[in-house]
Each structure stands twice: as structure tokens, then as C-alpha cells.
């Protein structure tokens, strides 16, 4: 019975290696900082029960019609109360970026947290990532929304 405990463990251990980790609900996993100086802490939980926000389309990433789920750009300034102007968003490995409010439009970009229905480990571009819809639109079918673009967010700098 050890032996096929060791052996199932170390056969679970590999199918789940490529994956990576990921995100438990109570996980921190974005800080949104106002330039009031609030500043709101969100887990996946917390995520999930804001406004879910779909999207089907191709990116320059991947291969195929891809499913994101998260929550819309827009939800997420309203819930902290953002106001009109720049946001900066930075990701886990210091890139930064700014986007504008006004690309926060519904439909418009997402806040993923899941792709095609699982979550993102950090080497899939997780936990979060923003996409835009694409296909939907040719202008974000542009260097400049590619940048926007951004994975492994951590972090949203908002006017306030
Ligand atoms: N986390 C993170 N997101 C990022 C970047 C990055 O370096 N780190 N580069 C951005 C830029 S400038 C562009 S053009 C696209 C580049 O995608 P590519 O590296 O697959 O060409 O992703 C954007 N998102
Ligand atoms: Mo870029």
C-alpha cells in the first residue's frame, strides 16, 4: 500500500509539474492602490464574487479561440471607486504599463483569473491577465493594446 502511495504521489507529482502552482482562494493576488492612499487587497474569492466578465477570442499568444473568465476592467475600477485618468499596472516580474480608464469599456478588457476554465499558473501567464476582446475589434489588435496586455498582474495603480 506504501509503495503505490509513493508511486501514485510521485505519478500526480509529474502529470502536475508542467502546470505549476496555483492560486488557493484565499490567496492574495492583486493590490489595488488609489492615489488617495486606500488600498484594496483581493484574493481569488474576492474576484470571483465581483461582476464575471467572459470572453472568446484568438490572442497573438495562443493558438486557436481561447475562453477567458474574470472581471471586467471596468467593474473593478467601479468597485474601488476609481476615477478618470491613467492606471499603472504591474506585473511579477516589474514590467509595467499604463492604461488608460477609458479602455475600460463593457465589453472591453478582462481581468482573467480563468482560461478555457483553469486557472493560470505564473509560467501560464497567471494568476491574472489582462486580455482584451480582440477579435472584436482591430484597434486592440495593435502594438499598443498588445502592451497593455499585461500577465502575472499584481498590482493596478488607479486615480482616485
Ligand atoms: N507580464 C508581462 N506582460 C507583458 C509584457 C511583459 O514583459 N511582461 N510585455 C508586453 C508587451 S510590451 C507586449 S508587445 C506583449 C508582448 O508579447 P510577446 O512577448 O509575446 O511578444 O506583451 C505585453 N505584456
Ligand atoms: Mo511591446
Partial sequence: MRRLAIALSLLVGTLLAPVGHVANAGEELLV????????????????????????RTRTIWTTGVQEFRGVALRDLLDHVGAASGMITA????????QIPTSDATIPGPVVAYLHNGKQMSVR??????????YDDNPVYNTE???ARSIWQ????????
Avoid: F, M, Q
Fill in 32 to 55: 489595488i492602490s488609489a492615489s488617495d492612499g486606500s488600498v484594496t487587497r483581493l484574493d481569488l474569492g474576492d474576484l470571483k464574487a465581483l461582476p464575471v466578465s467572459e470572453i
Fill in 90 to 97: 504591474v506585473a511579477l516580474n516589474d514590467y509595467l504599463i
Fill in 153 to 160: 498582474l499584481i498590482r493596478l495603480e488607479v486615480p482616485r
Fill in 144 to 146: 499598443e493594446y498588445y
Fill in 124 to 133: 501560464e501567464k497567471g494568476p491574472l491577465w489582462v486580455v482584451y476582446p
